[in-house]
């Protein structure tokens, strides 16, 4: 079975950090790119980020350019997202997704930003 | 940055089909922009329906098709059920980024 599962998630104030992780399992980890897709609730989805297979190419959306930085471990079949200098506006659920031939999605993780 | 645009809402008669289209503020989409399409229930992480225009995943029911039609990418429904009711998003490929369509709610009624 195919499971993408988020966590480190939660509330944390304006100008702090958190890393997201997203444990992948059931699938080829390792030959998939994979992406950061995130939703405020109750509006559309906005990707975040991708980074390719082996983690040497890496692009981001233009709100997070210099604050985010995506990662990832293929020997723990792991992907992350370092937030830093978080703002009110990154508030939002973040999935995690496989690349569009695998077609798989995480359940989510809750991160907001609040004082 | 690019614009993806989508029809904000249509509606749908149960076994009738509806097309959803998803342009671009760059031109022309083509499959060089490898259009994803998603389905979003209520509640529910989103869901690949189709990826790289045209490409059907083993859980993607018969009666969704992806298309490029008139400069745009396309989801056509064909037989709707009451259970497609929910929110479609397309997606697009551009150099060094990616551009998610603003969303369809379809209703089924």
């Known amino acids: 079975e195919v499971q993408l599962v988020e966590s480190g998630g939660g509330l944390v104030q304006p100008g702090g950090s958190l890393r997201l992780s997203c444990a992948a399992s059931g699938f080829r980890f390792s030959t998939s790119c994979m992406h950061w897709v995130r939703q405020v609730p109750g509006r559309g989805l906005i990707w975040v980020s991708r980074i390719n297979a082996d983690g040497s190419s890496l692009d981001y959306a233009d709100s997070v350019k210099g604050r985010f930085t995506v990662s990832r471990d293929n020997a723990k079949n792991t992907l992350y997202l370092q937030m830093n200098s978080l703002r009110t506006e990154d508030t939002a659920v973040y999935y995690c997704?496989?690349?569009?031939?695998?077609?798989?999605w995480g359940q989510g993780t809750l991160v907001t930003v609040s004082s | 940055q690019a614009v993806v645009t989508q029809e904000p809402s249509l509606t749908v008669s149960p076994g009738g089909t509806v097309t959803l289209t998803c342009g671009s503020s760059t031109g022309s989409v083509t499959s060089g922009h490898y259009p994803s399409w998603f389905q979003q229930k209520p509640g529910q992480a989103p869901r690949t329906l189709i990826y790289d225009t045209s490409n059907k995943h083993s859980w993607t029911p018969a009666r969704f098709s992806g298309s490029l039609l008139g400069g745009k990418a396309a989801l056509t429904l064909s037989g709707a059920q009451p259970e497609d009711e929910a929110d479609y998003y397309c997606?697009?490929?551009?150099?060094?980024?990616?551009?998610f369509g603003g969303g369809t709610r379809l209703t089924v009624l």
């Open positions: 997704a496989s690349s569009r031939d695998k077609g798989f």
């Open positions: 997606f697009l490929s551009y150099t060094s980024t990616r551009v």
